[in-house]
C-alpha cells in the first residue's frame, strides 16, 4: 500500500517540503491525516476479511479514496517521507490500541473530514485520488483471485 501511497503523491499538485518548524496548523492536519488514513487502511484489511461481494468492495474502495485523499492533502501542505511513513506507523499502532466503539466514532469523523476534504480538492486532484485508489483496489481484489501457492 506504502508504494501506491508514494505514487499518489508524487501524482499531486504542490510544492513544499516537511521542515522542523512546521505551521502548527499543518502539524495539526498531518497527525489527523495520519490517524485517519490509519483507520481507513485497517478498515479496508476488515473488509478483505469478509466474504467477497460488490458492496464490500464498493466500501473497500471507498475507504481507499478516504485514505489518499488525507494522503494527497497532506502531501500539498509539506509532508514528506520519512516523516509521512513514521507518522503513519504511530497512527496504526495507536489504532490497534483503540475499542471498536472507539474506533467507529473515530471513523465517523475521519469520513466526513475525507469527504469535506474531495469536495475542496480540485477536478484534477479529485480524478487523481480517484484513479489511484481504483487501481490500488484493484490490486488488492485481484490478489484474493489468485490460488494460494502450495
Keep these: 500500500m506504502r508504494l501506491a501511497l508514494l505514487g499518489l503523491l508524487a501524482s499531486l499538485s504542490g510544492v513544499g517540503s516537511a521542515t522542523a518548524a512546521l505551521p502548527s496548523a499543518d502539524a495539526v492536519f498531518f497527525q489527523e491525516a495520519s490517524e485517519c488514513t490509519a483507520g481507513f487502511k485497517a478498515r479496508v484489511v476488515q473488509h478483505l476479511k469478509q466474504p467477497p ?48 466503539a472507539q474506533q467507529a466514532t473515530r471513523l465517523s469523523r475521519c469520513t466526513q473530514q475525507a469527504d469535506q476534504l474531495m469536495a475542496d480538492v480540485s477536478g484534477l486532484e479529485r480524478f487523481l485520488v480517484r484513479n489511484r485508489a481504483q487501481a490500488r483496489v484493484d490490486k488488492l481484489l485481484a490478489k484474493e483471485q489468485r490460488p494460494a501457492k502450495p
Design 53 to 100: 461481494s460488490e458492496a464490500r468492495n464498493q466500501a473497500i474502495l471507498k475507504d481507499t479514496e478516504h485514505g489518499f485523499v488525507f494522503i494527497g492533502v497532506a502531501y500539498k501542505k509539506g509532508l514528506r517521507n520519512p516523516e509521512a511513513d513514521q507518522m503513519l506507523k504511530v497512527a496504526e499502532a495507536r489504532w490497534s490500541q483503540l475499542s471498536a
